[in-house]
């Protein structure tokens, strides 16, 4: 089975291309090799390569900077999964694509269902939901997986940038009232390696099962379980830090950090679907632990 990996380059694009080794020949690609602006790059790509499977961590993730490039964030984040999803649907192929928590608004009191409406505050949020929509509406078998406050060790995320600031400074001030849940990019590319081999690959070995794959088809949410806010997450960070010197993590309020876009104050996602669909996921702290280790 040939697997087509998006963002190679990005937190979850490098790690799906360890978790899915054995799993099917991956074609990695990144930014230079398929542009997600470039929808003719896109067609381009998937008619060269014919995969049966396609898994699509690549987005525009700048959720501040989208508020000022609304256009770029909607072709790269609502268009281009659609574009995809055609294609998949006219080579008989399957899609994975990875949405986020932002699609809303967080004024539910409880974690958020997959039957909850969408309803986002923010640019990259209703970006994202375009995105999701798109996919849906290609006919072609899809999983749909939703993800929260992704951090690891490359990149740019909240871990990398706690652990720079934890360095240079006495004081952290950290958000103490947005609710989610820190997932680590391995999480992520372990559980989708995992519902790939339970579903399989068809019944030739070079194809999928598309009838098992529609039958799975829908929204799934993947996080870390639990919940903390960012000020929890910091201090987390902070207190596994083997330093002499550690610096205070002084909680703040929303207001008193003002960003471009306006963040959910709860984006906890119930991932019972999931877990009883295909497998369980580790707490929030215990897979931190593991990632610090």
């Known amino acids: 089975m040939k697997i087509l990996v998006t ?11 360890r978790s899915l080794q054995g799993l099917g020949e991956i074609v990695a690609v990144n930014a230079e090799a398929m542009d997600l602006a470039d929808f ?3 067609r381009a790509v998937m008619r060269e390569v014919r995969p049966a499977l396609v898994v699509n961590p690549a987005a525009y993730t700048a959720v501040d900077k989208a508020e000022s490039e609304p256009e770029i964030a909607m072709r790269i984040n609502g268009e281009a999964p659609g574009i995809i999803a055609e294609e998949a649907r006219k080579l008989g192929a399957a899609v994975i694509h990875y949405s986020t928590d932002y699609v809303f608004d967080g004024h539910k009191d409880g974690a958020y269902t997959e039957d909850d409406v969408p309803m986002p505050l923010n640019v990259y949020g209703r970006t ?4 999701e929509q798109a996919v849906q509406a290609s006919g ?3 999983l749909i997986l939703r993800t929260s406050w992704v951090y690891g060790q490359r990149g740019r995320n909240f871990l990398l940038t706690v652990r720079r600031l934890a360095a240079e400074r006495e004081e952290l001030r950290i958000v103490d009232d947005q609710y989610g ?49 960012w000020h929890g997450f910091a201090q987390a960070i902070v207190a596994h830090w083997s330093c002499e010197r550690k610096p205070a993590v002084v909680p ?19 991932c019972r679907k999931l877990t009883e669909t295909f497998c369980g996921l580790p707490k929030w702290d215990d897979a931190l632990s593991l990632c610090l280790d």
């Open 7 to 17: 963002g190679r380059d990005g937190q979850v694009g490098y790690e799906l291309q």
């Open 40 to 42: 003719d790059a896109i």
């Open 128 to 131: 994202k939901l375009a995105g």
């Open 140 to 142: 072609a078998p899809h």
């Open 181 to 229: 849940a820190p997932t680590w990019c391995r999480t992520i590319a372990d559980t989708t390696a995992h519902i790939v081999a339970k579903l399989g690959a068809g019944k030739q070995g070079a194809g999928i099962d598309l009838d098992l794959w529609q039958s799975k088809s829908g929204l799934y949410h993947l996080t870390a379980q639990g919940r903390t806010t």
């Open 252 to 270: 703040i309020g929303t207001k008193d950090y003002p960003t471009p876009a306006r963040r959910p104050a709860n984006s906890v996602l119930s």
